[in-house]
């Protein structure tokens, strides 16, 4: 089973800045696109930013000119660069991943990670 593992996530005060990495666990050809999104408990899971094969990027109006999507098909990482960070950013954040072919034939069609918390102090 293809794993999505997270790290970067931490404490960081009112407008300082943290990366977040998602590096997935096995080799593929091909991921059409992969993101990242946040949750407060009880809340539903909402898009930050996500970025596809191609390199075409969307954000969420809240993050847009602070936060920065990208991705490394050859480290098999997409990186979250988050800077100007609010008290309002503190959240679980996953990475996700869609429609993943790996070299060992598997097809999985959505994966996530296990989540890493990000908390802003203000």
């Known amino acids: 089973q293809v794993q999505l593992v997270e790290s970067g996530g931490g404490l960081v005060q009112a407008g300082g800045s943290l990366r977040l990495s998602c590096t997935v666990s096995?080799?593929?050809?091909?991921?059409?696109?992969m993101g990242w999104y946040r949750q407060a408990p009880g809340k539903q899971r909402e898009l930050v930013a996500a970025i596809t094969n191609g390199g075409s990027t969307n954000y969420a109006d809240s993050v847009k000119g602070r936060f920065t999507i990208s991705r490394d098909n050859t480290k098999k990482t997409v990186y979250l660069q988050m800077n100007s960070l609010k008290p309002e950013d503190t959240f679980v954040y996953y990475c996700n991943a869609q429609n993943i072919v790996t070299t060992s034939g598997y097809r999985y069609r959505e994966v996530w990670g296990q989540g890493t918390l990000v908390t802003v102090s203000s």
């Open positions: 096995e080799s593929y050809f091909s991921i059409s696109a």
